[in-house]
């Protein structure tokens, strides 16, 4: 009964490929987001859909896009990936029924990235 | 400007020690919530407490209390009889429209 789940747990690519991360979330929640954490552990958030919506889009380059075909999936799709992409990237999870972050954020697993 | 700072780093106790995590917040909003969250070495982030700016009373849960103080804009951590298994990095957050998380704390209890 996993709450919010990611796949791949794991995920080495060389660079210039294209990638996806999927999410899913079986909490019945209204928003979700995706967070990098880089290799000193600091979280920055990079999306954050509401009902499918896009709600926050940090700075984040072009080569990232989210997708979200219904509100219990966000997809994270990355194109030509680059050495810097290598993180660790987190999906979540809020019950929010607005935009806004007010609620607890349930986070997935995880999927390592590692780009060589 | 950063809007949660943990200003501790890492901290190191031997374990059965008491240890408190700091973390100061900013925010100009009356309504807003304080969070903190535990990241061990396996990686997930776990989910441990949420505040709302309302309610200053200090909460305590087992071994973890965590005292708030809208007059210094704090929100501090204190695991009492510190364990091995406490190892690990902890994130305080703010949330006011979105979410702001510290840069975590590493705590490593030795045994």
């Known amino acids: 009964d996993t709450a919010v789940s990611q796949t791949p747990k794991y995920l080495v690519t060389q660079m210039g490929n294209d990638k996806s991360i999927k999410c899913e979330q079986n909490?019945?929640?209204?928003?979700m987001y995706w967070y990098k954490q880089d290799s000193k552990k600091f979280l920055k958030i990079m999306f954050s859909y509401n009902n499918k919506e896009l709600i926050i889009n940090e700075t984040v380059p072009n080569r990232f896009s989210p997708k979200s075909p219904d509100k219990a999936h966000l997809n994270l799709h990355i194109n030509s990936l680059e050495l810097g992409d290598s993180a660790v990237y987190f999906c979540?999870?809020?019950?929010?029924?607005?935009?806004?972050?007010?609620?607890?954020?349930?986070f997935g697993p995880g999927t390592r990235l590692t780009v060589l | 400007a950063q809007k949660v700072t943990q200003a501790q780093t890492e901290i190191s106790v031997v374990e059965k020690e008491d240890v408190t995590l700091d973390c100061v917040y900013e925010?100009?909003?009356?309504?807003?919530?304080l969070f903190w969250y535990k990241q061990p070495p396996s990686g997930e982030l776990v989910f441990l407490i949420r505040?709302?700016?309302?309610?200053?009373q200090n909460e305590i849960s087992g071994r973890y209390s965590w005292n708030f103080q809208k007059s210094t804009s704090s929100f501090n951590f204190t695991i009492t009889a510190s364990q091995v298994v406490d190892s690990a990095v902890y994130f305080c957050?703010?949330?006011?429209?979105?979410?702001?998380f510290g840069t975590g704390t590493s705590l490593t209890v030795i045994p």
């Open positions: 909490l019945g929640h209204d928003t």
């Open positions: 957050a703010l949330s006011e429209f979105r979410f702001y």
């Open positions: 925010t100009r909003d009356t309504t807003y919530y």
């Open positions: 505040r709302n700016s309302f309610d200053e």
């Open positions: 979540a999870s809020s019950q929010n029924r607005e935009a806004g972050s007010t609620d607890t954020q349930y």
